[in-house]
Structures are given as structure tokens and as C-alpha cells.
């Protein structure tokens, strides 16, 4: 299996694509490694890539008021990236570190928008990443705006459980906007009541 077979099932889920559209695409991209702790976008930098991950996580977070706030966590065999940054071609005002060693495929910004000149099936590619992103963004502010820190923790539980396993717990916490000690209190009360 080489390093490119993941992200062409990945894509292959959502396009159809002749072997001449992939082997464009598939020059485009560039594979880089990172270690744990390091970065791949630090605020005030313009986001230039979008970032298929092979291997590792990613944790996005702003600093806020002197406070690390955790936006959300990618792993493998997803996308990361700062889209606003990206396309606007603005600083960007998150920071994406791995939390594990990491090995992510590239995509610029460059050779993104020559890839859309030249297929049309590029186009419709860069279209269902700012439909993902868009459609993850409201879906994450409702669930901020609607749901008790509880109720996040248990929906990660049922549909993330992968989270929970590998995110060290005080990052949980900063993603469900609690602190570590309310986490705690969180999950006392469900390991008492694990059929909820």
C-alpha cells in the first residue's frame, strides 16, 4: 500500500476520476512529516496548504484571552486545514499541532486552482471541501449554542469514541468549553449510568 492509496479511497468516495485526473492531482500533492508538538499552520500565518492526514492527529485551537480553546481534532485518513485562511488568503488566527508523529499529503494553494483550470472535476472537489467545512462549522457552533457540556461529551462517545481514546482528557475538556474538574464530574455521573 503506498502513501497515496488512502487519500485516492478517500476521494474516490465523492468523485469519479480518470487515472490522467488522479495522476495530476497526485503530483500536486507533497508528503511531509511532522513530529508531536509541531505545528503545521501557527496563527498569523496564511494558510498556503490543505492537509490530507496519512498517520497522527491534529488538534486546532486559538488562543483566546490568554486561554487555549480547542476548535476540533482530524485525524487520519481526514483533511485539515484553515479553509477561511486558505481561500481568502488572510493570517489566520488558529494553530494546528500534531499530537502524535504525523505524516500528512499537501495540496497548495497553487496547484489547486490549476488543477480547477484544467478539470472540472477538481472544481467539484474544492466545492464538496467548502461544502464539508461549512456544513461541520454550523453543525459545531448549533451544538455549542444548544447542548449541555454533558451532551457533547455523550455524543463523542457515541458517534467519536476514537476522541475519547487517544485526546488527552484536558483537551476534551477545552473542546467542550469546560474545565478539566467539570470533565471529571461528566464522567463520574455516565460511568454510573452508562446507558444513556
Known amino acids: 500500500m503506498d502513501e497515496f492509496s488512502a487519500i485516492r479511497k478517500y476521494i474516490s468516495r465523492f468523485l469519479s476520476f480518470t487515472e490522467a485526473e488522479w495522476e495530476v492531482h497526485q503530483k500536486s500533492l507533497t508528503r511531509r512529516w511532522l513530529k508531536r508538538g509541531e505545528h503545521l499552520l501557527s496563527e498569523g500565518q ?3 496548504h490543505v ?3 496519512n498517520h497522527g492527529y491534529f488538534r486546532t485551537y486559538s ?3 490568554e486561554e487555549d480553546r480547542t476548535q476540533y481534532f482530524a485525524f487520519e485518513h481526514d483533511y485539515i486545514t484553515d479553509y477561511c485562511s486558505f481561500v481568502t488568503r488572510k493570517p489566520s488566527r488558529d494553530n494546528i499541532i500534531a499530537m502524535e508523529d504525523a505524516e500528512v499529503l499537501q495540496l497548495d494553494h497553487a496547484s489547486m486552482h490549476a488543477a480547477f483550470e484544467q478539470y472540472p472535476v477538481w472544481q467539484k472537489f474544492g466545492r464538496l471541501i467548502a461544502e464539508h467545512v461549512f456544513v461541520f462549522t454550523a453543525f ?3 451544538d455549542l449554542l444548544f447542548k449541555t457540556p454533558e451532551e ?3 455524543q463523542l462517545m457515541h458517534t467519536s469514541p476514537h476522541v475519547l481514546e487517544r485526546v488527552p482528557l484536558k483537551y476534551i475538556a477545552s ?3 469546560i474545565t478539566p474538574e467539570a470533565l471529571s464530574r461528566i464522567r463520574k ?3 454510573h449510568n452508562p446507558n444513556r
Open 63 to 65: 488562543i483566546v484571552r
Open 140 to 142: 459545531r457552533g448549533q
Open 152 to 154: 457533547l461529551y455523550l
Open 46 to 48: 496564511v494558510c498556503n
Open 189 to 191: 455521573r455516565v460511568s
Open 175 to 177: 473542546y467542550l468549553g
Open 51 to 53: 492537509s490530507f492526514i
